[in-house]
């Protein structure tokens, strides 16, 4: 019984009270699931209606990270809870803080010391060009670093995807994420967010550091002035797994619809609460004549759209091809069938 709730609650069907809390009490629900289940279920069970999850288990798992496959249950003894550094979103963003604590050590140790290792007295301006590519120089090591999670993360999505087309006909169910199209996939992808960080690092950091020597700041005031700005803080890294977390499951998604030969195109499921940001984004992808397609992308890196309050946002990272609109994002994406 409880397998079959597992696979009900992965295609994002609604459950039953008495099913919700039949997941939660089975000592063999994984740790993130159980999370969810407790996180509904609350102190009232009696007074509950019927239907409660008119959120999907995947916007909870943006929130949380991920705890491996969804449709595989856990032995008692091995219960993996959210705060445990066993959770593979956890263990992403311990290898992203750790590197980024290497990262910080560099940096500052080049403003505030000379070569021989004396106190600087000032700050020059190539030393930005250095600060850059010593943050640079990390790209590498980091892609390969988050090609295993970022896999792991894209397999569950991608079973998660076909678990949604379980009841149609002529479909083809034979995802595999070692196929060599979804590895090169998950190769670009890796590398694409290594790159993204590095960059996006460097630019906050010698962006300071421009802002310390315009001010007349001694070496020491400018090192402040970096680890001000959050750049190598662990806040920072457990963001970016959250969201690169929620990013390759929805790929993972997307990649398993396009082999499946029964989905058209996706469209945008909104979480609910959602942001003006999201709202605008599945304006942006449902009020198109025809499916927005499986791979296809609604905005390129670049592009600016108006969320509903009439910000303008512009698309920093990656080609907008679903989820997440933004860090710590909860939407979600569901297949178009091609009937």
């Not at 499951?249 to 996706?266: M, N, P, R």
Request: proline fraction near 6%.
């Amino acid at each position: 019984m409880t397998d079959q709730l597992l696979c009900k609650l992965a295609s994002g069907a609604p459950l039953t009270w008495g099913e919700v809390v039949l997941l939660r009490d089975d000592p063999q629900t994984s740790g993130v699931v159980k999370h969810w289940c407790e996180s509904i279920c609350g102190e009232g069970e009696s007074s509950q209606p019927a239907c409660l999850t008119d959120t999907p288990l995947a916007a909870y798992m943006k929130a949380s990270g991920l705890d491996g496959d969804l449709l595989t249950r856990v032995p008692a003894e091995e219960d993996i809870r959210d705060d445990e550094p066993t959770h593979p979103a956890v263990l992403f963003a311990a290898r992203i803080g750790e590197m980024l604590e290497r990262m910080s050590v560099q940096v500052i140790d080049l403003i505030e010391n000379t070569k021989a290792g004396r106190p600087r007295v000032k700050i020059a301006q190539d030393d930005i060009q250095r600060i850059r590519d010593i943050i640079s120089s990390f790209t590498t090591e980091l892609g390969e670093m988050s090609h295993p999670f970022i896999e792991q993360m894209i397999d569950v999505g991608g079973n998660a995807g076909m678990v949604r087309l379980t009841e149609l006909p002529d479909r083809d169910s034979s995802w595999d994420v070692q196929n060599p199209e979804v590895q090169l996939f998950i190769d670009n992808y890796s590398l694409a967010l290594a790159g993204s960080v590095t960059q996006a690092t460097a630019d906050a950091v010698t962006r300071s550091v421009g802002l310390g020597l315009a001010a007349g700041d001694t070496p020491r005031e400018i090192a402040q002035r970096v680890q001000s700005t959050g750049s190598f803080d662990s806040a920072r890294a457990s963001m970016i797994a959250r969201t690169e977390s929620a990013r390759a499951y929805v790929e993972g998604q997307h990649v398993a619809w396009d082999t499946s030969g029964v989905v058209a195109g996706k469209r945008w499921l909104l979480a609910p609460h959602a942001c003006p940001t999201c709202q605008a984004l599945e304006k942006a992808f449902n009020n198109r004549p025809t499916p927005v397609g499986t791979r296809e992308a609604v905005f390129n890196v670049g592009d600016t759209f108006e969320d509903t309050e009439g910000a303008t946002i512009t698309v920093r990272y990656a080609a907008m091809t679903g989820p997440p609109g933004h860090p710590n994002c909860r939407c979600d994406t569901e297949p178009v069938l091609d009937l």
